[in-house]
């Protein structure tokens, strides 16, 4: 709209119904919601002003307006006064969706192609890697079952980061359900983990190889070439193009040359060639030597 237009109607072209401007009530909410991100910014240190903000705008409006609190700055009260009101919000903001295996195919590339190319190239030292935004571990054990299962010594050195520290502990616990496993091979399955009542528990093996931290990936410079293997999956969705790729061009300054960048199966790296990256594989690429 140009900065002359009337805000209170706009002229229609023939045959088209005129409906009030939305926008006065659109910057009136376009405020409250920049106020509410500040607030949830300094109780929680995440910064909901990085992800697509239509998406998480609604996401976050739906369920304020669902706990009896559409007001947001209303609603940011009630998450300072209430830990499992903030609970149950971190719970819809952060999408913690995961599973082991999750996206067999991609764990195919990997056991097949990726993963004994790079413990080659790494005879005598361990091959790193990284899951950025691991939520509850599901992909970290998932990782550390296949370089058991390659590299039976298990020499492998896997971190596992998460903005959310709650699934951080979970990881740290390394406990699944029957859902997290659905795509798991039943085999694999009872090689690596243990029957544990309801759950399926990481055995030792793959535990000594995991570890997590919390960690806010749009904060995290982590060191340069320091990886192998970088799995980023699921995560960059929510996050607006800029800082996705910002992102991925750190992500790819943490790998060493020869190292691997492994996607979410809806994501996409916007200029691979320009970040060295060479596509060997769907949603897999390789940092040039
Ligand atoms: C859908 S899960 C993906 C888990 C796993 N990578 C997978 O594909 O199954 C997305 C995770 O990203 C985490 N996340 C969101 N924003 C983040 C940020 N800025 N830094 C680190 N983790 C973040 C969420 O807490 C959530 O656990």
């Not at 055995?203 to 410079?221: A, H, I, P, Q, T």
Request: charged share 35%; aromatic share 8%.
């Amino acid at each position: 709209m140009s900065a002359t237009a009337p805000r209170t109607g706009r002229t229609s072209p023939p045959g088209e119904i005129s409906r009030p401007n939305p926008r006065p009530q659109a910057e009136r909410f376009g405020d409250e919601y920049v106020a509410f991100c500040d607030g949830v910014r300094s109780l929680t240190q995440i910064d909901l002003g990085q992800y697509k903000r239509g998406q998480m705008e609604r996401r976050i409006r739906t369920f304020a307006q669902r706990r009896g609190t559409p007001d947001l700055l209303a609603y940011l009260s009630a998450l300072r006064s209430d830990r499992a009101e903030l609970e149950g919000f971190l719970d819809r903001v952060t999408i913690n969706v995961s599973q082991l295996w999750r996206n067999p195919e991609q764990w195919r590339v990997l056991e097949r192609e990726v993963l004994p190319e790079l413990i080659a190239a790494a005879p005598l030292r361990r091959m790193r890697a990284w899951s950025a935004g691991c939520s509850y571990g599901a992909e970290a054990y998932t990782l550390a079952a296949l370089c058991r299962e390659l590299d039976g010594g298990g020499r492998a050195e896997i971190v596992g980061t998460d903005i959310d520290r709650r699934m951080v502990e979970r990881a740290e616990r390394g406990r699944f359900s029957d859902e997290d496993a659905r795509s798991a091979s039943r085999e694999l399955l009872e090689r690596w983990f243990t029957r544990e009542g309801e759950e399926w528990q990481a055995r030792r093996e793959l535990r000594s190889l995991v570890r997590f931290e919390v960690g806010d990936l749009l904060r995290m410079r982590p060191r340069r070439d320091a990886y192998d293997l970088v799995l980023c999956r699921n995560t960059v969705i929510y996050f607006t193009e800029e800082v996705r790729d910002a992102l991925h061009e750190r992500l790819v300054a943490s790998l060493r040359p020869g190292g691997y960048l492994v996607i979410g199966s809806t994501e996409r790296v916007s200029r691979p060639r320009e970040l060295g990256l060479d596509a060997t594989h769907p949603f897999t690429y390789r940092k040039s030597q």
